[in-house]
């Protein structure tokens, strides 16, 4: 261990010091010394295994995840985290941030961003590896099986958090992965993942794709490429009021269906004086499909839009045939 004291670490030295398994951290005074763990734990990623119930609760998670979108905001947050067994202080200082800042900039330090499921913003450091393995087939099918070399990409986070799990993804591709560049695309890759679940869980069972009797491929293909458009719309209006709730209504609805929308469910006295967002509206349509809309209940999601927003195209629809249809009498 040998002490330094210095504004900012060149990018150069952090990366040659990890590269030989050296690494800073800061005292209580600022001062930074250097540190080389003996000995150093190696995690192998040949011989890993992910419990299928494990994969079962990484696909229902509510966690949304970023990848470097606020790498000095984890920062500080790492620094400000309070951890048990410890006696306050912290290894991150302000030198540390920005010899880190400076690293992410280059490319070489990475950040994770997580939503919870209650909408609230966290942010999480994760150390990267990927490695490159060459898998044989089973024994006595060798001629039937070709072998594979796939890539194994690990992102773990090192301090769990008091409120969720730690971050801990093992991640296997055929993908080429030869550069951390190409490791960090992977990841943000299945980091919308989860987005392409629910997609196409608005598109079969909102839309009801696989019910479909079409006799002919280039019908079908017209019609799931309805289903698509009408897929986005539930699933983006259900997103945008979790992000963008004091948006402007009528960046997703027309001034019909805000109309008929406050006809079809009237706001509270004390609303009243309030200004019109986007999220009361979508909050609206949400109730039109069965949402409940109470103070502790969470945002509404893909199903009560869906369901609200079939009921309200119908009555939209009703409204302008009513206004168009011939008088009588």
Request: net charge positive; with cysteine.
């Amino acid at each position: 261990m040998r002490g330094a004291r210095a504004a900012v670490i060149p990018s150069d030295l952090l990366l040659a010091a990890y590269s030989s398994g050296w690494f800073p951290m800061a005292d209580e005074a600022g001062t930074i010394s250097w540190y080389s763990p003996d000995p150093r734990g190696v995690l192998p990623l040949e011989t890993f295994h992910v419990p299928s119930r494990l994969q079962r609760t990484m696909r229902r998670s509510a966690l949304q995840v970023r990848v470097d979108t606020m790498f000095a905001d984890v920062m500080r947050a790492c620094a400000e985290a309070e951890r048990q067994g410890e006696d306050g202080g912290t290894w991150i200082s302000d030198e540390i941030i920005a010899s880190y800042t400076a690293l992410h900039t280059r490319g070489y330090a990475h950040s994770v961003e997580v939503r919870d499921g209650k909408g609230r913003i966290g942010s999480a450091s994760v150390e990267l590896r990927y490695r490159r393995v060459h898998v044989l087939p089973p024994i006595g099918k060798q001629k039937r099986y070709p072998a594979l070399t796939l890539t194994v990409i690990h992102a773990r986070e090192r301090t769990a958090p008091p409120d969720r799990p730690a971050i801990d993804w093992k991640l296997i591709t055929d993908l080429p992965v030869l550069t951390c560049e190409a490791a960090i695309e992977k990841l943000h890759w299945y980091a919308l993942r989860w987005k392409i679940e629910v997609f196409h869980k608005v598109l079969k069972s909102g839309c009801r794709a696989e019910e479909a009797r079409l006799r002919t491929a280039e019908r079908l293909v017209k019609l799931i490429a309805l289903f698509c458009i009408l897929s986005w719309r539930v699933f983006w209006m259900t997103m945008i009021n979790r992000s963008a709730p004091h948006a402007v209504p009528g960046l997703a609805l027309t001034e019909t269906e805000l109309v008929l929308l406050d006809r079809l469910v009237p706001d509270k006295p004390q609303a009243r004086t309030s200004a019109r967002t986007l999220s009361s509206y979508l909050i609206k349509v949400a109730r039109l499909g069965g949402y409940l809309a109470r103070s502790r209940d969470p945002p509404p999601g893909n199903i009560v839009m869906w369901r609200g927003l079939s009921r309200l195209t119908d009555i939209t629809l009703g409204a302008k045939l009513a206004r168009t249809a011939p008088i009588c009498g």
